[in-house]
């Protein structure tokens, strides 16, 4: 999950938050505008962390965006959001 507020850069700080993402939130692109946050640039870059990765643009204020996450949560397996849930014979 990644804000619009922290900026861009946070990724580039932060790759191992990243990494093993299998939904990349990005939050309150309502303030996109007045953060000058450049959406495309980080669509540009989260692939190149994690190839797997699904990106999903959200505003709880609008309410964009938030019923795709949780659809993307939902057609993956419980074992992708939480490896440690698999079972072990």
Do not use: W
């Not at 938050?17 to 000058?36: Q, W």
């Amino acid at each position: 999950m990644i804000s619009v507020t922290e900026g861009l850069y946070v990724v580039l700080k932060h790759p191992m938050m990243f990494l093993g993402a299998n939904v990349v939130s990005i939050n309150k692109t309502d303030l996109a505008g007045a953060t000058e946050f450049n959406e495309e640039k980080l669509m540009a870059i989260i692939p190149k962390l994690n190839r797997r990765s699904v990106t999903v643009a959200t505003s709880c204020k609008k309410g964009v965006g938030v019923e795709d996450v949780a659809t993307v949560r939902m057609l993956l397996p419980s074992t992708e959001l939480n490896p440690s849930a698999q079972k072990l014979d």
